[in-house]
């Protein structure tokens, strides 16, 4: 792991708001050292709305949070242009180098951990319990 802080990609938070065992227990696992970027907050948002949106932002309030500025956006560019990442994923990985922090990601595709050192892929995801959102706090 790089540094001492996690960047969660957005699908391992919604992977947990779904449901999924091996989400959540990852959260746990990273806890105080989990962060956010920008982009996570906005993907993460956008399947959901009214109070459920509201729930959903103050459980992302909880996390460190990286918005993006000068720096990132001009690191994202140069990872974009070198790897051929879609754009969210070249912020993603610029935040998780700029701040050190190991990214956490499904997407084996683009972010091959034996390819890119920063980059763990902490679980596969097997399957989907239908469900209510699922919250980490502090009490779990």
Known sequence: MNGTGVLLDSVILIDHLNGIP???????????????????????????EGSERQLIARFLDCFA???LDLDIA????ELRHLHGWKLPDAFQAAVA???SLTLATRNHKDFDPNQYSFV????????????KFTFVTKDR
């Open 97 to 99: 180098q700029y701040y």
């Open 65 to 67: 949070f990286h918005a």
């Open 22 to 48: 091996a989400a959540t227990a990852y959260l746990r696992a990273v806890g105080a050292k989990a962060h956010i970027s920008a982009i996570t907050r906005a993907e993460v948002l956008t399947g959901a």
């Open 74 to 77: 001009d690191l994202a560019a």
């Open 120 to 131: 763990v892929i902490p679980y596969k995801k097997v399957g989907v319990r239908p469900g």
